[in-house]
């Protein structure tokens, strides 16, 4: 396809350049269920994602306009906020906009890479990648740029070298974190116990969010209950904050790292009739700003929530479509525009405008 030509020949250009720099959609892998433990198995993903992309080809072969990409992304169901994520993309990412998309599912960094692996065998034009973990995609990336294809990463960073992808759309975790455990240090506490529930271990999202009040916690500043990880689950937050209250040991900061396992952290503090929120006796703190969320923090229910943006198509469109006039990527890393939202001054109009 003379396209596909003048695209890979713009991209050895590119290189030598030194430039910088998510409808009509088939899933290339069978979705990942609620806990990473469930996530579909690699060889299925694989065989899924080679149908998947099998079946989108044909219309960009006989049109030779289609661009095509390969999407690498967290199980959909993990959370309100990957939910928003994933229909962001689809809405995107589609034949009238001008692509060709398959998708690939999954909260396992080997299942992940392995559908990079098929997404390049297929020879898509670009492989979107929002990583499961940070490490082990220095090899597939390789992969990618000898084959010609373009990388281009959302929602979450990885450790790879810069010249491996053209542009990263993220939120930044660190400061999400930050932003949060200053708010929680105004908070003018006696003493902080915190039980601190993780994501998944090893995702940017857990990395940045957790680095904050670890220092926090290093510094003397504050106390951690118990530090677990729930995966993202409300369910098992649940039973982490149902287990230390069968201890009997004493806590008054609930920090989860999404809202689902805010909520289910909430759930226990309910069965034990222990209050929660603003004046009450735990401050309970979630990330992402689900619509339901925020109405809690609205409530007085909750006390805090960080906003995590899932909105990147927008940015990634833009990105592509910069690369396939000629044009340059300015800077390689876009952050996301975030802010944390308090109960006691939150407002219906930011629930309605931020929540998601």
């Not at 690699?42 to 095509?68: K, N």
């Not at 229909?87 to 001008?98: V, Y």
């Not at 209050?275 to 006796?281: E, L, R, Y």
Request: some cysteine; charged content about 25%.
């Amino acid at each position: 396809m003379l396209r596909k030509k003048l695209a890979v020949l713009l991209a050895a250009t590119m290189v030598v350049a030194s430039i910088v720099g998510c409808g009509s959609a088939e899933e290339a892998a069978a979705p990942a269920t609620d806990s990473a433990e469930e996530a579909a198995p690699a060889d299925d993903a694989a065989a899924a994602a080679d149908d998947g992309a099998a079946e989108e080809a044909e219309p960009a072969a006989a049109s030779g306009e289609l661009i095509t990409v390969g999407i690498i992304n967290n199980d959909p169901n993990e959370s309100g906020y990957r939910t928003a994520n994933d229909k962001d993309l689809k809405e995107t990412f589609t034949e009238e906009n001008g692509y060709s998309a398959s998708f690939a599912y999954s909260l396992k960094n080997d299942e992940q890479i392995t559908a990079a692996q098929k997404f390049i065998q297929d020879g898509v034009d670009y492989l979107l990648l929002s990583a499961a973990d940070t490490s082990g995609w220095d090899s597939v990336l390789k992969d990618a740029q000898d084959a010609g294809i373009r990388v281009i990463l959302f929602d979450r960073t990885i450790d790879a070298d810069e010249s491996l992808y053209e542009a990263s759309i993220v939120s930044d975790m660190a400061k999400e974190g930050e932003t949060a455990v200053n708010w929680l240090k105004g908070q003018g506490l006696d003493e902080y116990n915190v039980i601190h529930i993780q994501g998944v271990m090893g995702s940017a999202a857990q990395q940045g969010r957790t680095g904050a009040l670890d220092a926090a916690v290093e510094a003397g500043e504050m106390n951690i209950v118990t530090q677990q990880t729930a995966e993202w689950n409300a369910e098992k937050a649940q039973q982490i904050v149902q287990s230390v209250i069968d201890s009997g040991e004493s806590f008054n900061v609930i920090y989860a790292e999404n809202d689902d396992m805010a909520k289910g952290a909430v759930a226990a503090l309910d069965k034990a009739n222990i209050s929660h929120g603003v004046g009450k006796d735990v401050i309970v703190m979630g990330f992402d700003c689900n619509k339901w969320a925020l109405e809690e923090l609205l409530a007085g229910n909750w006390n805090y929530d960080g906003q995590c943006n899932p909105f990147q198509s927008s940015y990634i469109d833009e990105v592509i479509k910069t690369i396939e006039s000629g044009g340059t990527i300015s800077e390689k890393v876009i952050i996301m525009e975030e802010k944390g939202f308090d109960a006691t001054t939150i407002t219906q109009e930011d629930v309605d405008t931020y929540g998601i």
